[in-house]
């Protein structure tokens, strides 16, 4: 699954996350998850993974597109 810009601000927003705070846990520059949320550039794999991973780690669940648009929620306990 390739994450997309919408599903990282949506998961922030579950996580109640800022931008910085996504970075500072994916190892990445502020402005590296700023420019991708805003469309204006695509991170590396390597990097892409490592936004997944955090926001994984911290309880989101990606949804793959099926039939609809792709999403996001919060596994359950």
Known sequence: MS???AQSR?????L????AELGKRSNLSESTIRDFEKGRRTPSP???SAIQQSLEAAGV??????GGGA??????P
Do not use: C, H, K, Y
Not at 10 to 14: I, N, P, S, T
Not at 71 to 76: C, E, I
């Open 3 to 5: 994450l997309t810009a």
């Open 10 to 14: 949506a998961a922030r927003g579950l």
């Open 16 to 19: 109640d996350w800022s931008q």
């Open 46 to 48: 390597n990097n892409l």
């Open 61 to 66: 669940e990606f949804i793959p597109q099926n």
């Open 71 to 76: 999403g996001v929620r919060m596994r359950q």
